[in-house]
């Protein structure tokens, strides 16, 4: 029997988004928001916690453990979420202290997270290293469990939006994809890659459990690499601002905007909001 814990609040909502629609020649165009699902600031890893610390739960774990990049929107949800089951939570974050701590970082510690630095180690090694008897949740929380919360989306989708040709998402750790995928199908999901993961097809095929999937995966958005902030990205976060008045941010929702913009995806789409917005703040360049 799988355990849940209750964390956010579904259906998320579903907006029209005409303006940008026009401008990018579609005949409609949806943004589905789970950036307002209510949890620490919103956003999609919010679906896989509660499979996750549900499992950690009903383990009787007292403290959590996960791992990310220095602005990790899982990390700072994972936190967001063991503050409200009165978990203790241990962050495991990749290289060495940045010179400031803003965005996701602010918000980590101010959720009452203990953030740890893995340094020249490997993540996985630092989150070994720091297990104890506490829970560790994978990185990006996806896993073969977890991905049910993107399945239950592509059911919310169905009802809400009924006829689009696909739905076009972030594609980090795999665990959104993957469950999308699973609900709706191959064709009408596209995953546009943000270079977290050497092999993302390989991920979601495994997620998912099916090694033949023909799988819609761009791979045009990485740029310089994963932190990095892209010509293409920058203009998109300002494209959807100005047209309607959404925020992106310039890791994940970004990239996937800078696809859709690019086109070639379908003429009823819908845009997945999977959060992240508090990055944006530890980006100087921009």
């Known amino acids: 029997m799988v355990t849940t814990v209750p964390l956010g609040n579904w259906p998320t909502p579903v907006e029209e988004a ?37 499992e950690a739960v009903a383990a009787g774990a007292r403290t959590v453990i996960t791992s990310g990049g220095p602005q990790s929107n899982h990390a700072r ?18 290289g060495e202290p940045p010179a400031a701590g803003g965005g996701n970082l602010l918000l980590d510690r101010l959720a009452g997270a203990e953030v740890r630095w893995a340094g020249d180690r490997t993540l996985a090694s630092a989150v070994e290293d720091e297990r104890g008897d506490a829970f560790v949740i994978p990185f990006g929380g996806s896993s073969p469990l977890s991905i049910e919360g993107y399945a239950r989306c592509g059911r919310e989708l169905r009802e809400q939006v009924g006829e689009f040709d696909a739905v076009i998402v972030a594609l980090g750790s795999g665990g959104t994809m993957a469950g999308l995928v699973r609900e709706l199908g191959p064709a009408r999901v596209v995953g546009v890659d943000v270079g977290a993961l050497p092999d993302p097809v390989a991920v979601v095929r495994g997620l998912v459990g099916d090694d033949s999937l023909d799988l819609r995966v761009d791979r045009d958005q990485i740029g310089a690499g994963y932190a990095a902030l892209t010509g293409p990205v920058r203009q998109a976060l300002e494209i959807t601002a100005r047209l309607e008045g959404v925020f992106l941010d310039p890791t994940y929702t970004g990239r996937a905007m800078a696809s859709l913009i690019a086109g070639g995806h379908g003429s009823r789409m819908v845009f997945l909001h999977s959060g992240g917005v508090p990055a944006l703040f530890a980006h100087p360049e921009w």
């Open 77 to 94: 949800l994972t936190a967001a979420a063991a503050a409200r089951l009165g978990l203790g939570c241990v962050l495991v974050l990749a």
């Open 18 to 54: 005409p303006r940008l629609a026009a401008r990018l020649g579609l005949e409609a165009l949806w943004f589905k928001r789970d950036d307002l699902c209510g949890l620490g600031a919103g956003g999609n890893k919010v679906r896989k916690l509660e499979f996750l610390l549900g």
